[in-house]
């Protein structure tokens, strides 16, 4: 399981490594979270280009050289070529130790995943699958969109075809901390509830917690730290002299850390967070968690996750290109067994139970969910084979 924060990104430095349109996704989110974005790639797409006009972002036209890392926030690779990503996490986490670095489609290059967001300016929800199915989290997200009536975020930064600007809404920056093995520290005098479920979360997560007694920490007990939680701003000053080395989170004010926790709902590796934007809808909030988690949690979505997270990696090295490999999930998602014309693919759209809990159709979804694990083992084969007689 992943640990879910939503990231103050409020004129923080963010570097995006890549033009395209994975790497102009990833922009787009930054800058609705008030982020400072810089873009290291020879090409861009017509937006990024048109952003760096506007000197929204800064984009230098070239390709990534030693040292570009340095002094970030927050690093994303998201190039078509596996060395350059490889090269940007190590210099990035393992040299400069940055905390919060993003290797696309490779989640041992990842200290946090992007998650799927949907707002509709009072609540925001974000989505994730642990990595293992992105195309799953964008159902997801798009049938929330629906259900909130709220505007897609993912299509900002066109109109017409044109690019348009893009402005900084104040949003968290909701993401996923790949948190196994890893030095969180939690600073409190007494154990309040939600020290509780952080201390959970965290412990779920695979991190190494550690729980010591405020007034013994001093700097240097907390420089190796990649996530530290306090129940007061007072206990914790500065992080360290050279920026923001762990992240962190204070909880009798969350505006001044670099993150906070949301309320969750879980059914193993899918995780839906839910936060009120204000104060003055948290108990909105709290009613839609619940209805989420009747409509969610044991019903099958959890196994069906795990079930592409395990031919995940197969499929990865089957397409050379993260568009290619996304169009792949979109057709395994999507393809449903005639039992009398044999199997079905798109236009057909597989509901996934969100829009129809009672559907029955002959799908992948609903093999997993009920067991029939032959069945969907041997639906990606079929469609995997034929991907590759194409070519």
């Known amino acids: 399981m992943f640990y879910p924060a939503y990231i103050n990104l409020q004129d923080r430095k963010c570097l995006v490594v890549g033009g395209g349109t994975v790497a102009e996704r990833k922009v787009v989110t930054m800058l609705l979270s008030g982020g400072d974005v810089t873009v290291i790639s020879p090409d861009a797409t017509e937006l990024l280009t048109f952003l760096s006009h506007l000197g929204t972002i800064r984009w230098h036209k070239r390709q990534l050289k030693a040292g570009d890392t340095n002094g970030y926030f927050l690093v994303c690779a998201a190039t078509d070529f596996t060395d350059i990503n490889s090269a940007v996490f190590a210099e990035a986490h393992e040299k400069n130790k940055i905390r919060l670095v993003n290797v696309v489609d490779v989640i041992p290059q990842c200290t946090f995943a992007a998650a799927s967001v949907v707002t509709d300016g009072e609540l925001m929800l974000s989505i994730s699958t642990s990595g293992k199915s992105p195309a799953t989290s964008r159902r997801i997200r798009e049938y929330f969109e629906t259900l909130l009536n709220a505007d897609s975020l993912y299509t900002l930064g066109y109109e017409a075809e044109k690019p348009v600007p893009i402005k900084n809404q104040g949003l968290p920056y909701p993401v996923y901390l790949l948190l196994e093995n890893r030095k969180c520290v939690v600073l409190c005098e007494q154990k309040t509830e939600e020290i509780e479920r952080r201390v959970s979360l965290l412990r779920q997560s695979g991190a190494s917690v550690l729980c010591p007694a405020p007034d013994t920490v001093d700097r240097h007990y907390l420089e190796d730290a990649f996530l530290v939680i306090a129940d007061e701003t007072s206990t914790v000053n500065t992080p360290c002299e050279n920026g923001d080395r762990f992240i962190w989170e204070y909880l009798d004010e969350p505006g001044a850390g670099t993150h906070f926790t949301p309320h969750l709902v879980t059914d193993d590796n899918l995780i ?79 509901c996934l139970g969100l829009t129809n809990p009672e559907c029955s159709a002959e799908c992948l979804f609903n093999w997993v969910r009920n067991g029939r694990l032959e069945h969907a083992n041997a639906l990606v084969s079929k469609l995997l084979d034929k991907a590759h007689q194409c070519c």
């Open 272 to 350: 839906i967070s839910v936060a009120a934007r204000s104060s003055a809808g948290t108990e909105k909030a709290e009613q839609l968690r619940k209805k989420l988690a009747n409509q969610f949690e044991n019903n099958g979505y959890g196994a069906f996750i795990e079930f592409l997270g395990a031919r995940r990696s197969e499929i990865l090295q089957s397409f050379p290109t993260p568009k290619k490999r996304a169009d792949f999930f979109e057709l395994l998602i999507d393809s449903v067994e005639d039992t009398v014309s044999g199997l079905q693919t798109p236009p057909t759209k597989c």
